[in-house]
């Protein structure tokens, strides 16, 4: 339940980035769900392999997905913070080849 709460603020912030570079939100808001769920069958898919877990004992498994899921979440995050934000020109890139 806390994930689920945690992800929607995520979310909700996400959203929030991507209107003040003015691209499209819902695209980076689904982009930074599939990250956060894929990346969590990741940490899954790493427990079962490296540690040996098992669906008997779900507990390595469950921590695995919550530590690698917000590793997903910031992967899109980068990638959008990497994005200028709208209006703003960066003096540098426009000074290039002037003396």
């Known amino acids: 339940m806390i994930e689920i709460i945690a992800l929607f603020f995520l979310l909700r912030n996400i959203g929030q980035m991507a209107q003040a570079r003015n691209v499209q939100p819902g695209r980076w808001k689904w982009a930074a769900f599939g990250a956060w769920v894929l990346a969590e069958f990741l940490g899954v898919?790493?427990?079962m392999s490296l540690l040996g877990a098992t669906m008997e004992n779900p507990t390595p498994l469950i921590i695995a997905g919550l530590v690698f899921a917000p590793g997903g979440y910031l992967l899109v995050h980068?990638?959008?913070?990497?994005?200028?934000?709208?209006?703003?020109?960066?003096?540098?890139i426009e000074d290039i080849g002037r003396e």
């Open 45 to 47: 898919f790493v427990a």
């Open 78 to 92: 980068k990638r959008l913070a990497d994005i200028p934000l709208s209006g703003s020109t960066n003096q540098d």
